[in-house]
């Protein structure tokens, strides 16, 4: 059996094989709950960027010639391993960045569910066939690969983001070079032994660690036919501009400022619940974490009050604990953004009811952790309604009416997800026609998703893909429209015409 923690460490894996970095710069991945350091990877150049690309360009051609069933069955093949290797990815994942074992397992089974999902493809990958306008000739078009695909991922989905990029890109018959967060770069060595042990030809998946540095001379690589990025919109944007400037496709998932809607007629317990895990699960780090909560006037009292009981009775720790709620930040610098954002708040005049500072909890010292923290009296023109803050950090805001909270949902730059809490179907099914999200959820918080939905957000959450569902197929090909004309005449489409 494979064992995950025996994957060399400070080596890249390119063309079949795991080898040193041309130079001998090392990345540090360090445990953010105990300041533990788990191990090093290497700080790649663009020489090792070139490398890879080289190898995965020179990989494609066969792996493109594979048909897509045969392709897909080593993918099969890799999601069971992900099954036997569950724990051991899910313990290895908490331990490098943070989040509680409950949810490094809810991230591996999310690549599980995404790599049998896709793999399934594998005996689809649907064009369609349609008439012609002319007698005698057929018409059907079909899904192309691009080529080498450049995969550019955070940190805080260490697996299943990977997944969602990696395993489409691969039955499509594109080969990969993947370039993880430098926060995370053990767990994704782990995941790409997992997937080549499922027997991927060398070359069709490669991986090279390192830092920003590392992923712009990905995007800048010459060989590169499409980057696939997750992060921040500033990075994001940043990438777009870079591709398209030289033509290169890109796909895009950024940043959030998610909201959930609470009307007075809600069910205030359920939303409580809801809302303590969207805000605080994940230690505020999801991409779909809520971080503004939009309340209409009866409700609001209680549901400040339901929602502090609850985060107050969250404990703080290690991840691996089994008595852990809620884990650190994944690093120092992000506690820091965290602070500026809150002393922002006070600032600009919201009242901290809860958290906003540092827990006082003897043996956390040594952790990035943050007391979870609710900000009431925000208002939309405030930076800490309209910025992504990615921490346990919630702002209450008031609305006096739908139409207003609505209005509210909507009034930032990004559209990842947004919710409604409310047993008043008019007005949940109004919300769920107005607000401007790629997500939206009707009594449930703003966090969560299912691997066969699309993925994505609107604005500058995105730039019109989709991952998950049939619709990440897009990003992963281009169509190829044919036309087999056995009339044995000169047909001119739009011109002979009677
Ligand atoms: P980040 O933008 O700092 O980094 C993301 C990745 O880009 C990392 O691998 C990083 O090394 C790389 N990178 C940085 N600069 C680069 C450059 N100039 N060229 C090429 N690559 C570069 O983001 P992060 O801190 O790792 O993750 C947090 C962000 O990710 C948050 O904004 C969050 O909302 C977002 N996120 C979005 C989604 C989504 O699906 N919309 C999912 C998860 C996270």
Redesign the pocket.
């Known amino acids: 059996m494979l064992e995950l923690l025996a994957v060399p460490q400070g080596r890249n894996y390119i063309a079949g094989r795991w080898v040193d970095p041309v130079g001998d710069r090392m990345l540090t991945s360090v445990n953010p709950a105990t300041g533990e350091v788990l191990g090093v990877a290497p700080d790649s150049s663009a020489a090792d960027v070139d490398r890879a690309v080289r190898a995965a360009a020179e990989a494609w051609p066969s792996w493109r010639a594979t048909p897509a069933p045969r392709r897909a069955e080593i993918l099969f093949r890799a999601a069971e391993l992900l099954v036997r290797h569950k724990e051991e990815l899910a313990r290895l994942a908490t331990r490098e960045m943070g989040k509680i074992l409950t949810e490094t397992r809810g991230d591996v089974q999310e690549a599980i569910d995404m790599t049998y999902f896709i793999a399934g493809e594998g005996r689809r990958l649907h064009g369609y066939t349609t008439p012609s306008e002319m007698p005698r000739k057929a018409a059907y078009c079909v899904r192309q690969p691009l080529g080498v695909v450049g995969v ?6 260490p697996v299943a ?1 990977p997944s969602w990029k990696i395993v489409p890109a691969l039955v499509c018959g594109n080969t990969v070079v993947f ?5 995370t770069p053990l767990s994704a060595a782990a995941f790409t032994a997992l997937l080549v042990e499922a027997g991927l030809p060398p070359g069709v998946l490669n991986l090279v660690t ?3 540095e ?3 001379a ?2 800048d690589h010459p060989g590169i036919a499409l980057i696939s ?8 944007l ?2 777009a501009a ?1 591709c398209q400037a030289r033509g290169v496709r890109v796909s895009l ?4 400022k998610n909201a959930a809607i609470v009307l007075d007629d809600a069910d205030l317990e359920l939303a409580a619940d809801a809302l303590t895990w969207s805000a605080f699960g994940t230690t505020g ?4 974490a809520c971080s503004r909560i939009v309340v209409t006037p009866r409700a609001h009292r209680e549901v400040v009050e339901r929602l502090a009981d609850r985060a107050r009775r969250l404990r703080l720790g290690d991840g691996l604990d089994p008595a852990t709620d809620m884990g650190p930040l994944v690093s120092a610098s ?1 506690r820091q953004r965290v602070e500026t954002y809150v002393e922002i708040g006070r600032r600009e005049g919201a009242t901290v009811v809860l958290g906003g500072e540092r827990p006082r909890v003897p043996g956390l010292e040594r952790g990035f952790f943050y007391a979870p923290t609710i900000l009431d009296g925000v208002t939309p023109g405030m930076r800490v309604a309209q910025e ?1 803050i ?1 921490g346990p950090v919630v702002g209450v805001m008031d609305a006096a009416s739908l139409e207003e909270a609505i209005e509210i949902v909507n009034g930032v730059r990004y559209g ?1 997800s947004a919710s409604i809490f409310t047993r008043d179907v008019f007005a949940a099914m109004r919300a769920v026609e107005e607000i401007r999200t790629g997500i939206v959820y009707v009594n449930h918080g703003t966090t969560g998703a299912e691997v066969h939905l699309p ?3 609107t604005r500058a ?2 730039n019109g893909h989709r ?1 998950g569902g049939l619709q990440v197929l897009d990003v992963f090909t281009e169509w190829k429209s044919v036309y087999i004309d056995y009339s044995g005449r000169l047909q001119r489409a739009q011109i002979d015409r009677d």
């Open positions: 550019i991922t955070p940190w805080n989905f983001i370039k993880p967060a430098p926060e390192g830092g920003d590392t992923g712009a990905l995007v990025f997750t992060g921040s919109t500033d990075v994001g940043q990438v870079r998932e950024m940043g959030g780090q999801r991409c779909t992000q992504e990615f990842l993925f994505g957000g959450t995105g991952e």
